[in-house]
Nanobody, 126 residues
């Protein structure tokens, strides 16, 4: 079972930027898809961005395309989410997630993810 620890959340004004990080440990191997999800109060958790095992192919929710960038450093077992042009509607708890590649139809298959961090809060004020 992989352990995931997020950091980098905080409060920012609309139009600002934040970078989230997720430190992963407990890998049995390096072939994990990784992703970021978020959940706002009263709403269901939604997939935001995902990345394949080599960090080549990325997937984004339509609401964040062009504003958010997901990346990973496999040497450091760390996942990142660079968030630019933040909007009040981006306010949510952000979760790092992972799934063994062999268990996912693709790394962009949001419903496949089965390992979760504890979350980091992002608040965007207008």
């Amino acid at each position: 079972q992989v352990q995931l620890v997020e950091s980098g959340g905080g409060s920012v004004q609309a139009g600002g930027s934040l970078t989230l990080s997720c430190a992963a440990s407990g890998y049995r191997d390096s072939t994990y898809c990784m992703g970021w999800f978020r959940q706002a109060p009263g709403k269901e958790r939604e997939g935001v961005a995902a990345i394949d095992t080599l960090g080549i192919t990325t997937y984004y929710a339509d609401s964040v395309k062009g504003r958010f960038t997901i990346s990973r450093d496999n040497a450091k077992n760390t996942l990142y989410l660079r968030m630019n042009s933040l909007r009040p509607e981006d306010t949510a708890m952000y979760y790092c997630a992972a799934v063994p590649r062999r268990l996912a139809a693709s790394c962009g298959s949001w419903k496949s993810y089965n390992n979760w961090g504890q979350g980091t809060q992002v608040t965007v004020s207008s």
